[in-house]
């Protein structure tokens, strides 16, 4: 019986632990291990929600003790260190409690076949003060840092207000970076402040003290998107009372202010970066080919160069296709390349290795909880199709539902749903504290 060790629980690896578990760890024709340094799972493209207060992690997320047991895999809690290319096996660090009491000691877990899929974070791209003063979302605890500071923030400002009678104070947002993340945080929080006003968290004027601003370097926002949709949602966060600043460049961060190079100063409460993702540092030190951003560079079959029984998927990996160009770092390039390596690797050299290709079926972007933009893949042809409104907002909504169908099946997802939509009307729209 082989070893396959699944490294990352990310949309990728949890979507290949989960189909490899249902067929070779069910049918013990082999041992499927995932092995990730949080407890449960979290869908990472609505780290958003979880900042702005509208969806609580603690209900959404998924165990992975609980996911082994139902689909026939095994689940260890640990960080990766390093990789013993020679001998096969991965080094694990010790896990420790909260008070750094050892949990389990640091150890070593063989494998016969790897698979890392080890996501995405943040990339700095070298600015000054960025790394030390800014907040970002790569995982939820970052998120949930996020959103305690938002509400906090929010409370004091209403406090001072109420001392001095001026009403002068207000909490500043500033976002850096204008792709997804950035403009849909961005406009989930102005949702969030209306809605801690409504409660009476606080007493400020959700658009003239709530002041949330994006930097975006280039002259759009959402660049992956047509010209049209990106001028839309300018639109429509500047209706939101969001101030948009494009062809602007961060020079420095400070504690309390981003500057771009043209002198101009932005002041800020809170910082969040979202200009852009690179793999984790451990991926330089696995002694396999990276590129520029540390992601490991793989082949057509999505083997890393060098090395045949290691694989790499998701953000993490760097696949360039001669036809359609690199594999952008997305939940839809990680859930394809999961289900083809969970076929890939049931096949096990029995007949010819199959070549992966990608499929862009297209983007969407939430803009809040009533509207959303994005282009989508037509049914006939490659061409792609300009949607937004109600349309895209169901379309979007539809991504998630789909992850979770590739992890649960269709009843559980159907019930998952019809008990997501039951708390919805039974529960404030955001977390209140």
Not at 92 to 110: E, F, K, Q, S
Not at 229 to 241: D, F, M, P, T, V
Request: proline share 5%; net charge positive; hydrophobic share 45%.
């Amino acid at each position: 019986m082989q070893t396959i060790v699944i490294v990352g629980g990310g949309a990728g690896g949890l979507e290949l632990a989960t189909r490899l578990g249902d067929s070779a760890g069910k049918a013990g024709s082999a041992r499927i291990v995932l092995v990730d340094r949080w407890p449960a799972h979290f869908w990472k493209p609505l780290l958003h929600t979880v900042a702005s207060g509208k969806r609580d992690p603690q209900v959404t997320q998924i165990d992975y003790a609980a996911q082994a047991c139902e689909h026939g895999f095994e689940f260890m809690r640990g960080e990766v260190l390093g990789i013993d290319r020679a001998a096969q096996c991965i080094r694990l660090g010790a896990l420790l409690a909260d008070d750094g009491a050892v949990l389990v000691p640091a150890r070593l877990v063989p494998y016969d076949k790897l698979v890392l899929a080890l996501g995405s974070v943040t990339n700095f791209y070298g600015v000054p003060g960025a790394a030390e003063h800014v907040l970002t979302l790569d995982d939820v605890p970052q998120a949930e840092v996020f959103r305690q500071r938002f509400v906090d923030g929010c409370i004091q400002a209403s406090a001072r207000n109420a001392a001095s009678g001026d009403e002068q104070q207000g909490i500043d947002i500033v976002i850096v970076g204008g792709g997804a993340t950035g403009v849909e945080l961005a406009a989930e929080l102005a949702h969030s402040a209306r809605t801690l006003a409504r409660y009476r968290v606080h007493a400020l004027d959700p658009v003239r003290h709530v002041r949330i601003r994006i930097v975006e370097r280039g002259s759009l926002l959402l660049p992956h998107l047509h010209p049209r949709l990106s001028k839309r949602a300018a639109r429509h966060l500047r209706s939101l009372g969001i101030k948009v600043f494009t062809d602007t460049a961060v020079a420095h961060v400070e504690a309390d202010a981003v500057h771009d190079t043209e002198g101009s100063r932005y002041p800020s409460t809170i910082t969040l970066w979202a200009a852009g993702v690179e793999a984790p540092a451990v991926c330089a030190g696995f002694g396999l080919p990276v590129n520029r951003l540390r992601q490991i560079v793989v082949g057509p079959t999505l083997q890393t160069v060098g090395d045949a029984d290691i694989y790499a998927i998701g953000d993490c990996a760097s696949f360039v296709c001669p036809i359609k160009g690199t594999v952008p770092p997305r939940a839809q390039a990680a859930h394809q390349q999961a289900m083809f390596l969970a076929e890939a690797l049931a096949r096990d050299g029995q007949a010819k290795a199959p070549v992966f290709a990608y499929r862009d079926y297209g983007s969407l972007v939430s803009l809040g909880p009533l509207a959303a933009v994005g282009m989508i893949r037509g049914a006939l042809g490659p061409r792609k199709m300009q949607v937004g409104g109600a349309l895209a907002r169901v379309l979007y909504a539809l991504m998630y539902r789909k992850h979770l169908m590739a992890l649960h099946g269709f009843v559980r997802m159907t019930a998952q749903t019809v008990a997501d939509w039951i708390r919805d009307k039974l529960a404030p729209a955001v977390k209140l504290h």
